[in-house]
């Protein structure tokens, strides 16, 4: 299993001007056509790996959602179950601080996470940025998918589309990506 990132373009871009901005910054610009994918994107889209090594495992982009712990659980049920045991009050709340800690330690984690995984945000910020900027094209889009299968061949649902404008990409806003959404970034 691996993360890899792809693109997507309109038919109208300009892909052999579109191509040197992928390779000035060090991305792969490899057609691939999956039959999964192709069918949910907008008609004549071209679809790309831009991936230059072996896999973008360890990417900034998604990073920030893949930790650990959602924002709020609730242990109603939970609490409920333990007293049915004979928990307790003060075995209950040890339990709901040892929670609370679990809970603050995985967002230490994502703030260590954040500040570790700007630069790499930041390339890809200054990516998208040029290539917007270029005049070769009037949208560009990400999709992030961890994948177990072939890249040509992977049944990947597509969950969403979001459109982000060039005036509100972030380093943050690329680390908060969802995986096996579409990104489109517009001028």
């Not at 579109?18 to 792969?28: D, Q, R, T, Y």
């Not at 893949?66 to 928990?87: L, T």
Request: with cysteine.
């Amino acid at each position: 299993m691996c993360h890899f990132i792809t693109a997507t373009l309109p038919q109208s871009a300009k892909l052999d001007s579109v191509a040197l901005l992928f390779e000035a910054h060090k991305l792969s610009f490899k057609q691939i056509s999956n039959p999964h994918i192709l069918l949910q994107l907008e008609s004549a889209d071209t679809y790309i790996l831009t991936t230059a090594s072996h896999c973008d495992c360890g990417t900034a982009l998604g990073m920030l959602n893949r930790s650990g712990e959602p924002e709020h659980v609730d242990h109603g049920n939970e609490i409920k179950k333990f007293r049915k045991q004979g928990w307790s009050e003060p075995k209950i709340q040890r339990w709901l601080e040892q929670k609370q800690q679990t809970k603050e330690k995985y967002l230490r984690e994502d703030d260590a996470r954040a500040e570790t995984g700007t630069p790499d945000a930041a390339r890809w910020v200054e990516f998208i940025t040029d290539v917007l900027k270029s005049g070769y094209t009037r949208r560009i889009g990400l999709l992030l998918h961890l994948y177990h299968g072939g890249i040509a061949s992977e049944r990947i649902k597509i969950l969403g589309k979001e459109k982000v404008k060039l005036k509100e990409l972030s380093a943050k806003s690329l680390m908060e990506m969802k995986e096996d959404v579409v990104y489109e970034f517009v001028v």
